[in-house]
């Protein structure tokens, strides 16, 4: 099983800056890649960014140039969110997805964090 714990998510001011952690454990094969997704109130989960094991990136249009999806080099398990420029509509749960494979005859697997709150007033 893959363990995932988000953290940094606060109430932060419009225009502000905020970073995101997660942080993946347990008996894990390899990461195929790894997600922030938010929901804010009465929407549907959205992708908001995403980076490989191979380090490409990808995110949603709405937080291209504000938003920068990073891994811990030392740590293939920790990937973080670096949130600029933040907007109210940024306002959600964020929750961290990992795509991991943790035996060698199984296929790899959606695993998910249990989110923290990101606020931004206006």
């Known amino acids: 099983q893959v363990h995932l714990v988000e953290s940094g998510g606060v109430l932060v001011q419009a225009g502000g800056s905020l970073r995101l952690s997660c942080a993946a454990s347990?008996?894990?094969?390899?990461?195929?890649?790894m997600h922030w997704y938010r929901q804010a109130p009465g929407k549907q989960r959205e992708l908001v960014a995403g980076i490989t094991s191979g380090g490409s990136t990808t995110y949603t249009d709405s937080v291209k140039g504000r938003f920068t999806i990073s891994r811990d080099n030392a740590k293939n398990t920790v990937v973080y969110l670096q949130m600029n420029n933040l907007k109210p509509e940024d306002t959600a749960v964020y929750y961290c997805?990992?795509?991991?494979?943790?035996?060698?005859?199984?296929?790899?697997?959606?695993?998910w964090g249990q989110g923290t709150q990101v606020t931004v007033s206006s």
């Open positions: 347990g008996h894990i094969l390899r990461i195929n890649a």
């Open positions: 997805n990992c795509y991991a494979k943790i035996f060698a005859w199984q296929s790899a697997q959606d695993y």
